[in-house]
């Protein structure tokens, strides 16, 4: 499973992808995020997650809002 992510402030999408196949999905992240943002992990964990918690939803939705304090 894959999305794009958009970080805070930038303008230009990052994006994720899961192996959901995997033990372990967190391990086998690809992942790239917008240039200025790549110590941004916090974004790709967010996104794995997300994405986690909707892997098993009969009707995967088009877009998602994430968002933390």
């Given at each position: ?9 930038s303008k ?5 992808v899961?192996?959901?196949?995997s033990e ?6 690809e ?8 110590d941004?992990?916090?974004h790709?964990?967010h996104a794995?997650?997300?994405l986690?918690?909707m892997k098993?939803?009969?009707e995967?939705p088009?877009e998602?809002l994430?968002?933390?304090?």
């Open positions: 499973m894959e999305c794009d992510i958009l970080p805070e402030n230009d999408f990052g994006h994720v899961v192996d959901f196949q372990d999905p967190y391990e086998t992240v992942y790239t995020l917008p240039e200025g943002y790549e941004c992990l916090n790709v964990s794995v997650t997300a986690l918690e098993d939803l009969d995967i088009s998602r994430v968002m933390w304090y």
